[in-house]
């Protein structure tokens, strides 16, 4: 396993980091793992040097958060792991119960170490930008978990950069504690947040932790699962014509290669330069040893061109944004690979 220090922390983490969305109680969404089906997947992780878990309290409505501390409690020492959970969306209905409100975020923390019976989680994260508070009052909020220690660091996931931009500021005027980790959506077939996100969290000295490498399976070729069969999300973010061409290359190339379309998949993502984090969100250790290959995987420049040459700029992917995604086309292929594709 690798490790880096994330953002201009200290914070040393594995360069995988476990996603959990897939495990609590299929009573939430089909496709989610109960506790025995779970922990033979954390199990894996952390036997190959993971140290990095990613939670949130939305996951399962909290029962993910439940299933995951108990797992984690019985496999390793708390002290050596890093956990993060998440705030925002809410584990129920109702007034207050959701957004980033002082009152919800503190609410929220309590409940979320009560369900993970831990006393500390290591990085609290936004779950997203809320637009209905005032940015002082979640980051004052977030910056009073920090100092009353039940969180040692904060995060942010998932907005525009003026977004951030506005959060660092409001840190800067009151000398709260900073961000030090974003977690963004960035794969093959979606790729905005290179153009300002990334660049900015380097400048800000920001980590940037990556989801859905595999674009919520689409570029496994695996378009039937069970999660994509019943996600809605996937047919928002993945319908278009470009983003199925991009698969077609992936596996491509993996074909090419004689490795699995999700190790080529989830290589371009764990060694983009702007990346730190790659999560996984394995349902099999198969597919977390994937992800292990995938570090150690070095695509060459002909690779990459085959992976990115159908790729055109698209609508930015958050809350405000769903079903506004435009159409795109793509470039034609170089022979190497087109000749591959006539072959097979």
């Known amino acids: 396993m690798q490790y880096i220090r994330l953002g201009n922390s200290g914070l040393e983490v594995s360069r995988l980091c476990l996603g959990t969305m897939n495990m609590g109680t299929p009573d939430w969404k089909p496709w989610i793992f109960d506790e025995k089906q779970s922990e033979p997947i954390v199990a894996h992780a952390l036997d190959n040097g993971v140290n990095f878990i990613d939670l949130a309290d939305f996951y399962s409505a909290g029962v993910g958060e439940e299933v995951v501390g108990r797992i984690v409690k019985r496999l ?15 584990t129920r209905t109702g007034i207050n119960a959701s957004g980033h409100s002082r009152k919800h975020i503190m609410d929220s923390i309590d409940a979320s170490l009560k369900r993970l019976n831990m006393d500390y989680v290591d990085v609290f994260m936004l779950h997203y930008f809320d637009v209905n508070t005032p940015v002082e009052e979640t980051m004052g909020a977030l910056n009073d978990i920090v100092r009353a220690g039940k ?6 996931s998932t907005m525009l950069v003026g977004q951030l931009a506005k959060i660092l500021m409001a840190c800067e005027r009151n000398g709260w504690v900073k961000p030090i980790n974003m977690q963004l959506q960035l794969n093959c077939a979606y790729r905005e947040e290179e153009r300002e996100m990334i660049p900015f969290c380097r400048d800000q000295g920001l980590g940037v932790s990556v989801f859905s490498p595999l674009a919520r399976g689409l570029l496994t070729g695996d378009v039937q699962s069970t999660r994509n069969q019943t996600d809605f999300f996937t047919q928002q973010m993945y319908s278009d014509e470009a983003s199925h061409q991009i698969a077609h290359s992936v596996q491509r190339v993996a074909r090419a290669r004689g490795v699995s379309n999700a190790q080529i998949a989830q290589a371009w993502v764990a060694n983009h330069p ?23 995987t070095k695509l060459d420049a002909d690779e990459l061109y085959e992976l990115e040459r ?3 700029p698209c609508d930015v992917i958050n809350d405000y944004t769903a079903g506004k995604r435009i159409l795109r086309s793509a470039r034609p292929g170089q022979e190497r690979f087109t000749l591959t594709e006539a072959v097979a």
Not at 76 to 90: C, Q, S
Not at 287 to 292: N, R, T
């Open 76 to 90: 390793a020492r708390r002290e050596d792991l890093v956990i993060t959970t998440k705030v925002g969306y809410g």
């Open 151 to 156: 969180a040692r660091y904060i995060g942010v």
């Open 274 to 296: 702007g990346v730190d984090c790659m999560l996984v969100g394995a349902d099999t250790t198969a597919q977390f040893d994937s992800a292990l290959a995938a570090l150690e």
């Open 310 to 312: 159908n790729y055109t």
